[in-house]
C-alpha cells in the first residue's frame, strides 16, 4: 500500500487577536476596578444581591483574565512541543470560566436559601446606586467583548459579564421594592432568578468546551455524510473510511481519513479534489488524507484472518 499525506492550515489574523487581546484588558481593568466598589456597597447596605454580583465580578476578573492569557497563547506559533500550537488554551480558558461561574451560581443559591431562613435588613438606597453603577460598568465590559469574535472564550467570558448585568438588573430592582415597599425577600427572590439565568449560560460554555477537549466530533459535521460526499463528488474516490473528525478550537474543525482510488485514478488530482471539498463544504482547515491505491491494509489482514 502507497500512502500520501498532506496538510492544510487555517489561520487568523495578528491584528484581529491584538484586537481582541486589547478589548478583553480593558473589559478585565473595568470590571475589576468597580468589583472593589460593588463589594463594599454590598457590605454596608447588608445586600446579597450586591455581594453576589461582586462575587460575579471578582469571577469575571479571573475570568477574562484567563481569557486575555488564552487570546495571547493562541496567537503563539506552534513549535516542537506543540506541533497544533496553543489554540486549546482559549478553549481551556472557556471551561474554567464555565465551570467557575456554575460553582458560583450554586452558592448565590445557597446564600439566597440562608437568607430566607434568616432575614437580614438592607439598605436600599445605597444598594441602588452601586448597583446602577454596576449596571452601567457590565455594560461597557459587555460592548467591549462583544466586538472581539464569537470563540468559545470569548463566549465564556461574556457569559460572566452578562451575568453581571443580569446581576446589576436584579440589585436595582430589589433596591427599587426595597424602597417602595420594605418587602426584604426580594433580594434574595432575585438574586436566585439570577443565578439560574446564569447557571444554564454557564452550563452551555462548560459542555461545549469540555466536548472540544475531549476531542468530540464538531457539531453539525457526519463522518458518514462526509465520506459519502467525498466518494460522490471527487473524481476517482470510491471508498472513504477511518475518518475522524475533531476541533482544535472554536471553529478549527480538522479531519484525518483515509481514501481509496480507482485503478489508475490520480492521485495528487484526487488528494487536492479531497482537501478542497472539505474546505467549502464543511469548513475543514486543517486536513491529514492518506491515499489507498488498493484495498486498505487493515481490511487485507481482517480478510486473511476470516480465511483462516
Same mark, same amino acid.
Given at each position: 500500500?502507497?500512502?500520501?499525506?498532506?496538510?492544510?492550515?487555517?489561520?487568523?489574523?495578528?491584528?484581529?487577536? %491584538?484586537?481582541?487581546?486589547?478589548?478583553?484588558?480593558?473589559?478585565?481593568?473595568?470590571?475589576?476596578?468597580?468589583? %472593589?466598589?460593588?463589594? @463594599?456597597?454590598?457590605?454596608?447596605?447588608?445586600?446579597?444581591?450586591?455581594?453576589?454580583? #461582586?462575587?460575579?465580578?471578582?469571577?469575571?476578573?479571573?475570568?477574562?483574565?484567563?481569557?486575555?492569557? #488564552?487570546?495571547?497563547?493562541?496567537?503563539?506559533?506552534?513549535?516542537?512541543?506543540?506541533?497544533?500550537?496553543?489554540?486549546?488554551?482559549?478553549?481551556?480558558?472557556? !471551561?474554567?470560566?464555565?465551570?467557575?461561574?456554575?460553582?458560583?451560581?450554586?452558592?448565590?443559591? !445557597?446564600?439566597?436559601?440562608?437568607?430566607?431562613?434568616?432575614?437580614?435588613? %438592607?439598605?436600599?438606597?445605597?444598594?441602588?446606586?452601586?448597583?446602577?453603577?454596576?449596571?452601567? %460598568?457590565?455594560?461597557?465590559?459587555?460592548?467591549?467583548?462583544?466586538?472581539?469574535?464569537?470563540?468559545?472564550?470569548?463566549?465564556?467570558?461574556?457569559?460572566?459579564?452578562?451575568?453581571?448585568?443580569?446581576?446589576?438588573?436584579?440589585?436595582? #430592582?430589589?433596591?427599587?421594592?426595597?424602597?417602595?415597599?420594605?418587602?426584604?425577600?426580594?433580594?434574595?427572590?432575585l438574586s436566585v432568578f439570577v443565578a439560574l439565568l446564569i447557571l444554564r449560560s454557564a452550563w452551555n460554555v462548560t459542555r461545549d468546551?469540555?466536548?472540544?477537549?475531549?476531542?468530540?466530533?464538531? #457539531?453539525?459535521?457526519?463522518?458518514?455524510?462526509?465520506?459519502?460526499?467525498?466518494?460522490?463528488?471527487?473524481?476517482?474516490?470510491?471508498?472513504?473510511?477511518?475518518?475522524?473528525?475533531?476541533?482544535?478550537?472554536?471553529?478549527?474543525?480538522?479531519?484525518?481519513?483515509?481514501?481509496?482510488?480507482?485503478?489508475?485514478?490520480?492521485?495528487?488530482?484526487? @488528494?487536492?479534489?479531497?482537501?478542497?471539498?472539505?474546505?467549502?463544504?464543511?469548513?475543514?482547515?486543517?486536513?491529514?488524507?492518506?491515499?489507498?491505491?488498493?484495498?486498505?491494509?487493515?481490511?487485507?489482514?481482517?480478510?486473511?484472518?476470516?480465511?483462516?
Amino acid at each position: 500500500m502507497s500512502a500520501t499525506h498532506n496538510h492544510g492550515h487555517a489561520h487568523h489574523g495578528h491584528s484581529h487577536g %491584538v484586537t481582541n487581546e486589547r478589548r478583553v484588558a480593558i473589559a478585565m481593568w473595568i470590571t475589576g476596578g468597580f468589583m %472593589v466598589v460593588e463589594a @463594599l456597597g454590598g457590605y454596608l447596605s447588608g445586600s446579597l444581591a450586591l455581594i453576589a454580583d #461582586a462575587g460575579h465580578m471578582l469571577t469575571d476578573t479571573g475570568a477574562l483574565a484567563l481569557a486575555w492569557l #488564552a487570546v495571547r497563547f493562541a496567537r503563539r506559533p506552534a513549535d516542537d512541543a506543540r506541533s497544533y500550537g496553543y489554540h486549546r488554551a482559549e478553549i481551556l480558558a472557556a !471551561f474554567l470560566n464555565g465551570a467557575a461561574m456554575m460553582a458560583l451560581a450554586w452558592w448565590v443559591i !445557597f446564600e439566597a436559601a440562608m437568607r430566607f431562613m434568616e432575614p437580614a435588613p %438592607v439598605l436600599a438606597t445605597p444598594m441602588l446606586v452601586v448597583a446602577a453603577g454596576g449596571l452601567l %460598568v457590565n455594560i461597557a465590559s459587555f460592548w467591549m467583548l462583544h466586538g472581539a469574535g464569537d470563540s468559545l472564550n470569548m463566549r465564556g467570558a461574556a457569559v460572566h459579564v452578562l451575568g453581571d448585568l443580569f446581576g446589576s438588573v436584579a440589585a436595582i #430592582a430589589a433596591a427599587i421594592v426595597i424602597l417602595l415597599t420594605g418587602w426584604m425577600p426580594i433580594d434574595p427572590i432575585l438574586s436566585v432568578f439570577v443565578a439560574l439565568l446564569i447557571l444554564r449560560s454557564a452550563w452551555n460554555v462548560t459542555r461545549d468546551s469540555a466536548h472540544i477537549l475531549m476531542e468530540g466530533t464538531p #457539531a453539525g459535521l457526519d463522518p458518514d455524510a462526509i465520506s459519502s460526499d467525498l466518494v460522490a463528488n471527487v473524481e476517482g474516490v470510491v471508498d472513504v473510511h477511518h475518518l475522524h473528525a475533531w476541533s482544535l478550537g472554536s471553529g478549527r474543525a480538522v479531519a484525518t481519513l483515509h481514501a481509496r482510488l480507482a485503478p489508475l485514478a490520480d492521485a495528487h488530482a484526487a @488528494l487536492a479534489g479531497i482537501k478542497a471539498r472539505l474546505g467549502s463544504h464543511f469548513d475543514i482547515g486543517h486536513a491529514t488524507v492518506q491515499i489507498e491505491p488498493g484495498d486498505c491494509i487493515d481490511e487485507a489482514r481482517m480478510d486473511h484472518k476470516h480465511d483462516h
